[in-house]
T-cell receptor
Framework: AQKVTQAQTEISVVEKEDVTLDCVYE???????LFWYKQPPSGELVFLIR??????QNEISGRYSWNFQKSTSSFNFTITASQVVDSAVYFC?????????????FGKGTKLTVNP | GAGVSQSPRYKVAKRGQDVALRCDPI?????LFWYQQALGQGPEFLTY????????KSGLPSDRFFAERPEGSVSTLKIQRTQQEDSAVYLC?????????????FGPGTRLTVT
């Protein structure tokens, strides 16, 4: 099965706390791509990061960091020193290669609320 | 530059009516995708175009759903004889190149409510 699981439905933190959003994926493919998107209340999905299955190097971008571990099929996302503007629904997504498919398979999302 | 735009942003239809949802992708983007997002869920794939060719329509839930992109730019998603279960946000995305690694850029969506 090609599947993405985001077990955390909702997370609430106080501003400046660090928060980690979990993502676990399933795929039969050896070549695949993982993505994180942010969906603020306005509704538009905003691309955050892309990772391919051959690159397990973790990445940091400002307050955002991503931990990709093939051994546990996880691609977790950490926000350091969270801010109110980080409040949104965050989606992890998988793009696999079987059959030449181009679609993204999304998890159900984690709603993050950062309180002042 | 301009992002992906969708119209209308909100649509209310009575059960049984036909609706047409429009997507204007980013200029020059080759690939175009439609997704359906039910309340509290992640987006689910409906269909994919590369230029004017519809290469994957495996996600269309029934033959009441039809999508086209006749000139390889603007796309229309049509839903015939709408049902209450069609109520959702319909998202359009475009991608600049063919190839698996490029990210999709999403529009704001059309919220369809069927009463």
């Amino acid at each position: 099965a090609q599947k993405v699981t985001q077990a955390q439905t909702e997370i609430s933190v106080v501003e400046k706390e660090d928060v980690t959003l979990d993502c676990v994926y399933e795929t039969r493919d050896t070549t695949y791509y993982l993505f994180w998107y942010k969906q603020p209340p306005s509704g538009e999905l905003v691309f955050l990061i892309r990772r391919n299955s051959f690159d397990e190097q973790n990445e940091i971008s400002g307050r955002y960091s991503w931990n990709f571990q093939k051994s546990t099929s996880s691609f977790n996302f950490t926000i350091t020193a969270s801010q109110v503007v980080d409040s949104a629904v965050y989606f992890c997504a998988l793009k696999f290669s079987e059959g030449g498919s181009e679609k993204l398979v999304f998890g159900k999302g984690t709603k993050l609320t950062v309180n002042p | 530059g301009a992002g992906v735009s969708q119209s209308p942003r909100y649509k209310v239809a009575k059960r049984g009516q036909d609706v047409a949802l429009r997507c204007d992708p980013i200029s020059g983007h080759v690939s175009l995708f439609w997704y359906q997002q039910a309340l509290g869920q992640g987006p689910e794939f409906l269909t994919y175009f590369q230029n004017e060719a519809q290469l994957d329509k495996s996600g269309l839930p029934s033959d009441r759903f039809f999508a086209e992109r006749p000139e390889g730019s603007v796309s229309t998603l049509k839903i015939q004889r709408t049902q209450q279960e069609d109520s959702a946000v319909y998202l359009c995305a475009s991608r600049p190149f063919q190839g698996p690694s490029y990210e999709q850029y999403f529009g704001p969506g059309t919220r369809l409510t069927v009463t």
